[in-house]
């Protein structure tokens, strides 16, 4: 398997990895500037020369999979009998400066609304490196023409059409996506609310919508729904920055991608 291939498989698949490249070589060396290696928690693909070289990054990599917050990392080896290695001697007379690079599982967003402002929401986070979930009970929401706005994405989509029950969709969506709820119908909106809080794998959850509209939810989801006030809070309404006030669609969708936004980079602190 190419290593193209094998950084590919660990997206599908939802798992961290580390590309490692040799990044430069003087002198003799196993492997060419340029030669990568893939490592994943329990594989590898590719090679970078065998022996100390890439053992070493190996273990460094699996070390970096654990780690709260990886950064790149640029090892430099010296191959002679001279240098004291952790798992055997090269001897072939260069040095060679190894690229660790981390791959981290990409967040993954759903959009449960796909009008007005759940279009102008996915082109903005369509030019981020999501998984994009579309997700809309009304076909001609989900047209190839319409979502034809949708094709430079650089976010990988996924379109769901749902016409009976959206919130089943839930369930089969990754571990750790969050949620937006922008629904045409507030009924639809209500169901899904209390769905995603009875589903435990997802991020978090946002709702559009007004203070109105929230009081009635925040009522239904306590007496027919049983939940308590804790978990009602993990829904957060309205969604958007607050200091951006503006009505049409455009606006509130760049407010609510903004915010997300924020929310993703304070995760990365």
């Known amino acids: 398997m190419t290593w193209i291939a094998a950084v590919a498989r660990l997206r599908a698949r939802r798992e961290p990895g580390v590309l490692v490249t040799v990044a430069t070589v003087r002198g003799h060396a196993p492997r060419e500037a340029g030669a990568k290696l893939v490592v994943g928690r329990g594989q590898t693909w590719g090679s970078i020369g065998g022996g100390n070289v890439e053992a070493v990054a190996i273990d ?112 089969d969506l990754p571990p750790g996506t969050h949620i937006l709820i922008m629904t045409h119908d507030h009924a639809e ?38 939940h308590d006030d804790a978990t009602i809070d993990r829904i957060k309404t309205p969604i958007g920055l607050p200091d951006i006030t503006g009505k049409d669609p455009a606006t509130i969708a760049v407010s609510v991608a903004a915010d997300l936004l924020r929310m993703f980079e304070g995760e990365g602190e």
Do not use: Y
Not at 91 to 113: K, N, Q
Not at 138 to 159: C, Q
């Open 60 to 171: 460094r990599a699996r070390e970096m999979l654990t780690a709260a917050k990886a950064e790149p990392e640029l090892m430099d080896f010296a191959l002679n009998d001279k240098v004291t290695n952790q798992h055997g001697v090269q001897c072939c007379g260069g040095t060679v400066s190894v690229l660790l690079e981390p791959l981290p599982v990409v967040r993954a967003v759903a959009i449960f609304g796909v009008g007005h402002v759940g279009l102008e929401l996915a082109r903005i986070l369509a030019r981020q490196d999501l998984d994009l979930h579309l997700i809309d009970s009304r076909a001609d929401m989900l047209t190839a023409t319409r979502l034809d706005a949708l094709s430079d994405a650089v976010a990988h989509l996924h379109v769901h059409h749902t016409p009976l029950l959206p919130e089943e969709t839930l369930d």
């Open 189 to 226: 909106d209500a169901a899904l609310c209390d769905a995603a809080l009875r589903t435990t794998h997802l991020g978090s959850v946002g709702l559009i919508g007004s203070t109105a509209k929230w009081a009635r939810f925040r009522k239904r989801l306590a007496t027919e729904g049983g």
